[in-house]
């Protein structure tokens, strides 16, 4: 039921509202014939589509008086959010419709029409779906600035048109179809079409992972690949067996190596005063017995010995073990990076990856804890291996264990690979001193 309005008028609207819910939801939709029932099916929809338009003036409402502002809110679509208790995503397409298809005012307090008026009077009739109109004006604000100058206005008739016959999959093929037809001397490479299409989209799972979706422009594009050139290389095994993971992992993990050295150089702005750092809380009881779940700073789970694994990569990430009532019983310090000295020492001493057949240069290497930092290991030269941003992660999860033998990291395979278990040196970088050992 609706909450309490002042306004009398709008309380007598919301009211019979509710009175004609209540009654379609009493409906007896089983005595009903199959015509029926679809007729009936139908009208709801159309009706349902109808509060699009209301939505859209509440929002326009919104932002003319910026209750948003008054309220604390940091934008409309998260007071829209916290109004009507939906999700970020929906909230944030309800505002981007509400300024193509909602009315508007001017600054002199004069109204305005719609931006894309036939979709606002299609929505308003209830012929067409958020979905369609969404569609609609994507489309048309994609279109470079000339041709929409031109043709925007045909091209809205015409997809509203296509909207009242197709479902949204068909029109959006019917879309993209008539985008191309609009711009036949290929004015979609033009610079400012690409600037006005950037987008990043960044959907996070509930495991922490994401699926990454982006238009980028060009200059975004070159530096992309200017980062992850040298870092996503095929790298091959100590056997000489060829690297397994595929090109796109490669690239994953190259963009993942990327983001490190970013945090390592410290780089990034703060946020609030803080420097760039990745946060997992633990339970005391988890840490000792490597069971459970820690949480990140964004309130994603994560299995206790992956995140502790974080922790002993060489990247800005603190780790706070809390107790029972959230006691802190301990908490590690992002001053386990390695500073930039201590880095110009170990390119120089190991010349790049210990991993026993690693060819890798110091550029594509992490410094490693011998001792894990997690475990009490120093951050010093005498406790640092480089590893190669692949060997880190692949040889490690294998059971590799690092050992320090005069100053001198060396490794230890994993009992299936050598059951002597036998510290070895990577010779690699130094194959002189290779043939006098």
Same mark, same amino acid.
């Given at each position: ?269 703060? $946020? ?85 057949? $690693? ?5 594509? $290497? ?21 590893? $190669? ?49």
């Amino acid at each position: 039921m609706s909450e309490l309005v002042v306004d009398s008028h709008a309380e007598s609207v919301l009211a019979r509202l509710d009175l004609v819910m209540d009654e379609l939801i009493a409906l007896p939709l089983d005595s009903y014939a199959d015509d029926d029932l679809l007729a009936i099916w139908r009208r709801v929809e159309t009706a349902v589509r109808r509060s699009a338009a209301v939505d859209h003036a509440l929002i326009g409402q919104v932002r003319t008086r910026r209750l948003d502002y008054h309220h604390g809110a940091t934008s409309t679509a998260a007071f829209t959010r916290q109004v009507v208790r939906i999700s970020v995503r929906e909230a944030k397409a309800r505002v981007r419709a509400a300024e193509a298809a909602g009315p508007r005012v001017a600054l002199s307090g004069e109204p305005l029409p719609p931006v894309y008026e036939r979709v606002a009077a299609a929505q308003a009739d209830g012929d067409i779906s958020p979905a369609h109109a969404r569609i609609i004006v994507q489309t048309i604000d994609a279109l470079p600035d000339q041709v929409r100058a031109e043709e925007g206005a045909s091209a809205e008739k015409l997809l509203v048109e296509k909207a009242g016959i197709f479902d949204p999959d068909t029109l959006g093929i019917v879309a993209r179809r008539l985008a191309l037809t609009l711009d036949p001397d290929g004015k979609y490479q033009d610079p400012d079409y690409r600037d006005r299409r950037r987008d990043l989209r960044l959907t996070v799972r509930h495991d922490g992972s994401a699926h990454l979706e982006a238009e980028l422009t060009a200059e975004a594009t070159e530096h992309l690949r200017v980062a992850i050139d040298p870092l996503d290389k095929p790298m091959p095994a100590t056997d000489g067996a060829r690297d397994p993971r595929t090109a796109g992992q490669r690239r994953h993990d190259a963009l993942l190596a990327a983001i490190k050295l970013v945090e390592r150089a410290e780089l990034l702005p703060t $946020c609030v005063g803080v420097t760039a750092t990745v946060i997992l809380t633990f339970d005391a009881k988890d840490w000792i017995d490597d069971t459970g779940i820690a949480t990140t700073g964004h309130g994603v789970l994560v299995p206790t010995a992956e995140a502790k694994r974080w922790i002993s990569l060489d990247t800005e990430v603190i780790g706070v073990l809390l107790g029972t009532m959230k006691r802190v019983e301990a908490y590690s310090s992002v001053h386990r990076i390695f500073t930039k000295a201590q880095r110009l020492v170990l390119d120089v001493r190991d010349g790049g990856c210990t991993i026993p057949g $690693c060819d890798a240069p110091p550029s594509k $290497c992490e410094a490693h804890h011998v001792t894990d930092y997690a475990n009490g290991g120093p951050t010093s030269v005498v406790n640092a291996a480089l590893v $190669c941003t692949t060997d880190h992660r692949e040889r490690i999860k294998q059971g590799w264990r690092s050992t320090m033998i005069n100053d001198i990291p060396h490794w230890i395979q994993p009992n299936w690979i050598d059951p002597e278990q036998k510290p070895q040196r990577n010779w690699m970088h130094d194959p002189a001193a290779g043939l006098d050992s």
